[in-house]
């Protein structure tokens, strides 16, 4: 692993000095990312960002469920929690300002971002209550006799 992240950054550098413009080319290519795309759904919200999908769906004022998938993933997820089929509906209101979209239900809000899909949990004074360190990595989950699947795992 360490030998294969040196020639990565031996790469990078010889890159840098063989060609400058190859170089700036590559790094603008790897670090602009394609505008977020955001639907709206029942109390909640889907987004498409950095490489991940996000819906972050409220089910009380202050209950919210969030799933997050790969691009060649979906979001029918098995579950060992009881979700309800048909929350009620809900008056959460839907934001959007730069870099971000914002549920409120009015008790609890939620801030995903459009650059990565990391999110806050926010209280009604603003104040974070939790908050991701940058864009989830996934990485395969196997568990004997079940389908392989992905788990998200922490920003390091």
Known sequence: MRSARFTAALACV???????A???????????????????????????????????QFYAPGAVRVLKWTAAGTDAKLSLSVIEKSPPKLAVRLSRSAGAVTLDSGKLRV???????????LARDGRTIL??????????????????????????
């Not at 010889?14 to 400058?20: E, G, I, M, S, T």
């Open 14 to 20: 010889a890159a840098l000095v063989v060609c400058p």
């Open 131 to 156: 908050a991701e360190q940058g864009a989830a990595r996934f990485a395969p989950a196997n568990i004997d006799k079940d389908p392989p699947s992905t788990c998200a795992r922490p920003s390091r």
């Open 111 to 121: 801030r995903v971002s459009t650059a990565d899909g990391s999110i806050r949990f």
């Open 22 to 56: 190859c170089a700036r080319h590559a790094h603008h290519a790897r670090h602009s990312r394609p505008a977020a795309s955001v639907q709206a759904v029942a109390d909640g919200v889907v987004l498409t960002a950095g490489g991940q999908n996000v819906k972050v």
